[in-house]
């Protein structure tokens, strides 16, 4: 019997090896799509097994026959899939995007955010009106108390001025009144009205979350059937889940497109909306300020002595001072 030719056979078996490869490298692929295609019409990820048949080598009587089974694992399956689309039904129902669920997050999250910051500007405005009313009628009350001081009674230059002093202080009160209630009319008011909007659109945001959870529910529900062997009752039973899923998958669809649509626009109306209220709170503090500079301006030459300057009175002052610290009742000891 003849030998065969050692350099025949090497080249053989290089040729074997590359042809092996070659069919690892096909049967890969064509696993990822029969692995794509099983979950339509086969149980899941089920792969029957494939035969190679590589022609003999030079020496061989015979062809080289290799099966291999080839089984896709549910990761490797599930990530293919992923790939195509995140959330994509296999019965051509698309799903929720990944980009849609962004799209609605980023925008809920602003008018969350626009929630947040009108009630603590609301909050933040009651506190400013509240202070400035204490600050007046504080105000009020010491040059109340002065008037009933007695000393007022012995010195007529002093009630004088003290008089002037309660008069003006009575103005300011009476002027920060009406800027306090010109406030609380066209900016509180409207920042409560605003935030009372709010809780209708989170109610619209949880309806729509609640279908959400419905849809894929339902979705999955499908796919489980779609997974099945097509015998008569998982027909059935596919075609009545697929009845279900339709009118959800619609109620959804239009939820989501009108929040998508209008929550924009919610957004972008608020500088129209808090601007003329702005505006107010600017007139509101201008008249009450330049009223302020009148009455003060009236009370000072009333009271003041003219010609003396800051520093001549801060000198008396000092020298008042000492003479009742030269007392004897008030000395040290």
């Known amino acids: 019997m003849r030998q065969p030719d050692a350099k025949a056979v090497s080249e053989g078996l290089t040729l074997t090896s590359i042809c092996w490869l070659v069919a690892c490298t096909f049967a890969v692929r064509w696993s990822c799509d029969a692995g794509y295609r099983s979950r339509l019409g086969s149980p899941r990820n089920r792969l029957y097994p494939r035969h190679f048949a590589f022609p003999p080598a030079p020496g061989q009587?015979?062809?080289?026959?290799?099966?291999?089974?080839?089984?896709?694992?549910?990761?490797?399956?599930?990530?293919?899939?992923?790939?195509?689309?995140?959330?994509?039904?296999?019965?051509?129902?698309?799903?929720?995007?990944?980009?849609?669920?962004?799209?609605?997050?980023?925008?809920?999250?602003?008018?969350?955010q626009l929630e947040d910051q009108t009630k603590k500007l609301q909050k933040d405005m009651k506190k400013s009106t509240d202070a400035d009313l204490a600050m007046s009628k504080s105000a009020v009350k010491i040059s109340s108390d002065l008037l009933s001081n007695p000393l007022c009674e012995q010195d007529p230059v002093f009630l004088e001025m003290v008089t002037a002093f309660d008069t003006a202080m009575k103005r300011m009160d009476s002027f920060n009144q009406e800027k306090v209630n010109?406030?609380?009319?066209?900016?509180?008011?409207?920042?409560?009205?605003?935030?009372?909007?709010?809780?209708?659109?989170?109610?619209?945001?949880?309806?729509?979350?609640?279908?959400?959870?419905?849809?894929?529910?339902?979705?999955?529900?499908?796919?489980?059937?779609?997974?099945?062997?097509?015998?008569?009752?998982?027909?059935?039973?596919?075609?009545?889940?697929?009845?279900?899923?339709?009118?959800?998958?619609?109620?959804?669809?239009?939820?989501?497109?009108?929040?998508?649509?209008?929550?924009?626009?919610?957004y972008s109306s608020r500088i129209d909306y808090?601007?003329?209220?702005?505006?107010?709170?600017?007139?509101?503090?201008?008249?009450y300020y330049t009223e302020m500079h009148k009455i003060f301006g009236d009370l000072t030459a009333q009271i003041d002595e003219p010609g003396l300057s800051d520093e001549q009175r801060e000198r008396e002052n000092e020298a008042k001072l000492s003479e009742l610290r030269a007392l004897s009742i008030v000395a040290d000891d």
């Open 61 to 112: 009587r015979s062809s080289v026959r290799i099966t291999l089974p080839l089984q896709l694992p549910p990761v490797s399956l599930r990530f293919h899939c992923a790939r195509r689309d995140h959330w994509k039904s296999l019965n051509n129902g698309v799903y929720v995007t990944e980009k849609v669920e962004r799209d609605f997050e980023r925008e809920y999250g602003k008018l969350q």
């Open 182 to 266: 010109q406030i609380q009319k066209t900016v509180i008011e409207p920042l409560k009205k605003f935030s009372s909007v709010f809780p209708s659109l989170n109610m619209a945001v949880k309806r729509r979350e609640q279908t959400l959870q419905d849809y894929k529910r339902l979705q999955s529900k499908v796919e489980k059937y779609e997974e099945k062997e097509k015998t008569g009752p998982v027909l059935a039973k596919l075609h009545q889940a697929r009845e279900e899923l339709r009118p959800v998958k619609e109620d959804f669809e239009a939820k989501n497109k009108q929040l998508l649509e209008e929550m924009p626009k919610f």
């Open 274 to 287: 808090f601007k003329p209220s702005f505006e107010s709170l600017v007139r509101a503090q201008v008249v």
